[in-house]
């Protein structure tokens, strides 16, 4: 069933109800002023008849055809009085309790004829009926008037919901370019605005995400070619030299002091060949998170930072932070490394504060530093980008702020359940 019908379905009921109690009310009502009028028509029927008696000249045809409720019967010789079946109407009014009250009276006249004078609510219930019938028509011609104006009221939204139903189902073609009309009515024009206002989202989300895989693609095309030159021009140089000490080695055999000199150039060789490994593998993999505790690589990392960068850097942490699995930890351990690479890179900063502190259930992070700062908000590129999808596989809540000539702070809250 559609949404139209439900609703003047649930109209037509309610019209129905309604009418249905306006119509008891009034028969209820229409009881009481019958009785009473019924009341009012004995008294006259009794002076009827008490003055058809003393003089019956004074009971004239004329004189009784207008009188309201009373029914005053003439009936000619050997006629009998007709009486009428009482309908629906007068069985609720309670038209046979009063008939039962009083019985019709019967008077001989001078001329052979009889007279018969009773109580009559025909008028009164004809009345009745009138409000009845007016009161049906008024409600009747209520709900038409109203199912015809929800008929317009919801053609009118349905058009915009088939309108939003058919953006809806551009966007999921991928035509994010779609966009609603402006309309007259105040919830269209919102609803129009919303759905515009999140399409517009989506094909901003979109393009990002393409300068985010450009992005990301052209990273990883320079990563491996550093890679590369790092193979290439630093271990591979150390390789070669040591294959030509080994070969002098042969060659300075018989000369003691020849070979020391070559050995110890080896090992030099050999120790700076280690010490590359160590650092591309670190640059790959932090594989001191596998041997040391979250502080422990933190402090290791901002040290190690600070040497190379010259840059100040003060690491504060909690002395009894919680055993996170190894994949949180390299993830809160990158997040801090891209950061410090952020404030190397953008911040101009002489001092960074790095804090790590465990406090009611939540693992806090604070990242800030005394550079240049920026005006907020502000596109962020790709480092606050892999800063944010960190954040967001961590199940925290990252925060950024900034200002010109007051640096960046960086606030990370870690929700830890079961700590």
């Known amino acids: 069933m559609s949404a139209l019908r439900r609703v003047n379905l649930l109209v037509s009921l309610f019209f129905v109800l309604v009418s249905a109690a306006g119509l008891a009310l009034l028969l209820r009502q229409a009881s009481y002023d019958v009785q009473r009028e019924m009341q009012a028509a004995e008294a006259v029927v009794e002076y009827l008849h008490e003055a058809a008696l003393r003089d019956p000249a004074s009971l004239q045809q004329g004189l009784t055809d207008s009188l309201r409720h009373v029914r005053v019967q003439w009936l000619e ?3 009998t009085a007709l009486e009428s079946e009482p309908g629906w109407l007068d069985r609720w009014l309670g038209q046979h309790l009063l008939s039962a009250r009083q019985p019709a009276l019967l008077l001989q006249m001078a001329d052979g004829r009889q007279v018969q004078i009773a109580v009559d609510p ?7 009926w009138d409000s009845l019938l007016q009161l049906l028509l008024l409600s009747v011609t ?8 929800i008929r317009w009221a919801v053609r009118r939204g349905l058009a915009v919901l088939d309108e939003l139903l058919g953006g809806l189902q551009r966007v999921t073609d991928g035509q994010l370019d ?5 309309h007259s009515l105040p919830e269209a024009r919102q609803l129009a ?3 515009n206002s999140m399409a517009t989202t989506l094909q901003q989300v979109q393009v990002d995400n393409a300068e985010l895989t450009q992005a990301l693609l052209a990273l990883q095309e320079r990563e491996r070619t550093r890679l590369g030159q790092t193979l290439h021009d630093d271990l591979g140089q150390y390789l070669s030299g040591i294959r030509a000490q080994a070969c002098l080695l042969r060659a ?17 060789n050999c120790q700076q060949l280690q010490e590359g490994f160590r650092a591309l593998i670190r640059d790959l993999y932090p594989v001191v998170l596998e ?3 979250l502080g422990e690589a933190l402090q290791q990392l901002t040290q190690d930072w600070q040497v190379t960068q010259g840059v100040r850097c003060r690491l504060l942490v909690s002395d009894a932070l919680p055993r996170l699995p190894l994949p949180s930890k390299a993830h809160l351990y990158r997040l801090v490394q891209e950061a410090l690479t952020n404030v190397a890179r953008h911040a101009r900063a002489s001092e960074v504060r790095v804090r790590l502190q465990y406090q009611g259930g939540r693992l806090r992070l604070l990242v800030r530093d005394n550079g240049i700062g920026a005006q907020m908000p502000q596109r962020a590129g790709i480092g606050l980008r892999s800063i944010g999808e960190r954040a967001r596989c961590l199940g925290g809540v990252l925060h950024l702020n900034s200002r010109p000539g007051a640096g960046w702070a960086l606030c990370l809250s870690i929700p830890l359940e079961g700590e």
């Open 77 to 79: 010789v050997g006629q």
């Open 252 to 268: 300075v055999a018989d000369r003691p002091e020849a070979v020391r000199s070559t050995a110890q150039c080896l090992e030099d």
């Open 193 to 195: 605005g919303h759905f």
């Open 178 to 182: 779609a966009r609603l009309q402006t």
């Open 291 to 293: 041997r040391l505790e």
């Open 142 to 149: 209520a709900l038409i008037l109203s199912l015809l104006s």
């Open 122 to 128: 025909a008028d009164e219930i004809d009345e009745v």
